[in-house]
């Protein structure tokens, strides 16, 4: 069963805009990471919070943690055409195995 | 793709006949998995292995097998396939000399079973 669950499924934006979506676990969790697929493609690692971190940067992604509520947001400024990809969290229990979401698919319109 | 490959990428097979799947590291990474990805499923864990001749199951494991006899080489075998088995197969690898829990993922298989 999926531990991840991203919000919205979709989401439509114009490039230079901001992108959000969320992901809600159920259970506690070691390490969240997100991931990109670009359309045909394999996975690829965006960025890794730990349980104990609140918020992490990495170039015009932010993503915040919130362990009480069991969920996690990813932020992408400033969107680009490049950004349109399928994006998912992925949480793992101190052990080396993932759990993914159904994703979030994102397109950015020119 | 940090040294995964898979092999084949296209495959299209008839129900009831065995098929392997490869996935080849160049990495020298410790863990190594199979995942199936579907339409509004995500990615689904097959099998993963945490050294040579050790795997374990994940949670879609029935109707396939996996081995891996080298570090650089685990094998997902579909014993016999199936329609409800046709997906996209990844192979990841995670635990390189940092130990960190990020996985690199291969190109991906798309198996076709008619």
């Known amino acids: 069963s999926q531990q991840g669950e991203e919000d919205p499924q979709a989401l439509s934006i114009q490039e230079g805009e901001n992108a959000t979506m969320n992901c809600s676990y159920k259970?506690?969790?070691?390490?969240l990471q997100w991931y990109r697929q670009n359309s045909g493609r394999g996975l690829v690692h965006l960025i890794l919070?730990?349980?104990?971190?609140r918020e992490k940067h990495s170039g015009r992604l932010r993503v915040t943690l919130d362990t009480s509520k069991k969920s996690s947001s990813l932020l992408i400024t400033a969107s680009r055409a490049a950004d349109t990809a399928s994006y998912f969290c992925a949480t793992d229990g101190n052990d080396y195995k993932l759990s993914f979401g159904a994703g979030t698919t994102v397109t950015v319109r020119a | 793709d940090a040294g995964i490959t898979q092999s084949p990428r296209h495959k299209v097979t008839e129900t009831g006949t065995p098929v392997t799947l490869r996935c080849h590291q160049t990495e020298n990474h410790r863990y190594m998995y199979w995942y199936r990805q579907d339409p509004g499923h995500g990615l689904r864990l097959i099998h993963y292995?945490?050294?040579?001749?050790?795997?374990d199951k994940g949670e879609v494991s029935d109707g396939y097998s996996v081995s891996r006899s080298k570090t650089e080489d685990f094998l997902l075998t579909l014993e016999s396939a199936t329609s409800s088995q046709t997906s996209v197969y990844f192979c990841?690898?995670?635990?390189?000399?940092?130990?960190?829990?990020?996985?690199?993922f291969g190109p991906g298989t798309r198996l076709t079973v008619t």
């Open positions: 292995s945490y050294g040579v001749k050790d795997t």
């Open positions: 990841a690898i995670s635990g390189g000399k940092d130990r960190n829990y990020e996985q690199y």
């Open positions: 919070i730990r349980s104990n971190e």
């Open positions: 259970t506690s969790i070691n390490n």
